[in-house]
């Protein structure tokens, strides 16, 4: 029903015997639930089955099960945080979460290259061991990570925003079906708390987050600007009572400024999988191993046929004519950013112009297509200068 809380329900299960009793409750019978409204109470008298018996059916056609919280295969590692989600919907066949040794990865959408690099040689690396590498399917080192323990053979599960039938990221289709497929040789699954046919939404992202972290033993956020919901993910895992570890990077890098923070902080180190997974061998001795760990991950199955297109060539412009009446901030811009997109804050402190100004300048320069704007508003330059 559409205005419970995950909470409502939760306390719901809590206070009658079973499902069927929620179903059948009186509203003043409901009311005696701890932290129901009355408003929730009438949602409740609601009876009509047809929005579950569509899911139902859905499921059914898709191959996806359902595990509730009463299920023996319910994770008991998820089960135990403190807002479990009611029912997962699930493609492929989950791993035995309780009694691995589980990782999730984390970082911000978007192509830093040397970042994905390594989210990848990580995944690689912490699959080789023997552990389970749990990750969402957003694109840069999500994806990254998923694909690296893909190609070591290695147990995964993708956690998802949106419904396991949805495809998101596009570009992702391959990996999606990989992970999908993987589990006919090994556990392996995507997983979420959202049904069948439910689309993308920014709402949806964040609330995997305590999923991902609550089924893993252990956070590690690969990369993480100031603000970035990897660092939602590594709060979330602390609240869970999970370790956390993250990947140095320069100092004046802003895009490790929250790793480096989290290693200030307490965090672990992390500069390859076994600095992971040594903290975990003496509790699962007969499942970690070292050999491996530190080799790159081979280009193999899902990159052999991943669909490249060539790159288009960038225009040219030209400065010195300045054709196109760009202001001195404009230029002075286009002349600062590169084709790896930059924060609006670093650009703010590279040029010296003052915040409103920059801001302004990018405006324009978006709508003349001469730059672009990426996650995190992040901006990159999109045409080659001529002096």
């Not at 147990?155 to 998101?168: C, F, H, P, R, S």
Request: charged share 20%; aromatic share 4%.
């Amino acid at each position: 029903l559409p205005g419970l809380t995950n909470q409502t329900r939760l306390a719901l299960l809590q206070h009658f015997p079973t499902p069927e009793d929620v179903y059948y409750a009186e509203a003043e019978e409901v009311l005696l639930t701890e932290g129901i409204t009355r408003e929730q109470a009438i949602l409740l008298e609601n009876k009509d089955c047809a929005a579950a018996d569509r899911i139902l059916a859905d499921c059914q056609r898709l191959n996806v099960n359902i595990l509730t919280l009463q299920d023996a295969g319910y994770p008991n590692r998820l089960r135990n945080i403190y807002d479990p989600p009611c029912l997962l919907y699930v493609r492929g066949r989950l791993p035995a979460f309780d009694d691995e040794a589980g990782g999730g990865g984390g970082g911000p959408q978007g192509p830093a290259r040397q970042r994905v690099s390594c989210a990848e040689k990580l995944g690689h690396g912490l699959a080789a061991g023997g552990a389970v590498v749990v990750s969402g399917l957003a694109r840069g080192i999500d994806s990254a990570a998923l694909r690296g323990a893909l190609r070591a053979g290695g147990t995964v599960a993708a956690v998802l925003g949106n419904g396991t039938d949805v495809i998101y990221p596009p570009e992702n289709q391959y990996l999606y079906e990989d992970v999908a497929a993987a589990h006919h040789t090994r556990a392996a699954g995507l997983v979420g708390e959202y049904p069948p046919g439910t689309p993308p939404d920014g709402r949806h992202f964040p609330v995997p987050n305590r999923i991902l972290s609550g089924l893993s033993l252990a956070a590690l956020v690969v990369e993480a600007p100031e603000r970035s919901g990897a660092l939602i993910t590594a709060g979330t895992a602390l609240e869970q009572g999970r370790d956390v570890f993250a990947v140095p990077g320069p100092i004046d890098a802003p895009a490790s400024v929250g790793c480096n923070r989290l290693i200030r902080d307490g965090a672990g180190l992390a500069s390859d999988a076994w600095d992971i997974l040594r903290e975990y061998e003496a509790r699962f001795p007969d499942k970690l191993r070292r050999e491996g760990t530190q080799d790159a991950p081979p280009v193999l199955g899902y990159q052999a046929r991943q669909k490249t297109e060539p790159k288009p060539v960038a225009p040219s412009v030209s400065l010195s004519h300045n054709n196109l009446s760009l202001t001195d901030d404009q230029i002075c811009l286009l002349r600062t950013l590169t084709e790896e997109p930059m924060l609006a804050d670093d650009l703010i402190e590279l040029t010296g112009i003052p915040t409103r100004r920059v801001l302004s300048a990018l405006t324009v320069l978006e709508i003349e297509h001469l730059v672009t704007q990426h996650s995190g508003k992040r901006y990159a330059r999109a045409v080659n200068l001529t002096e």
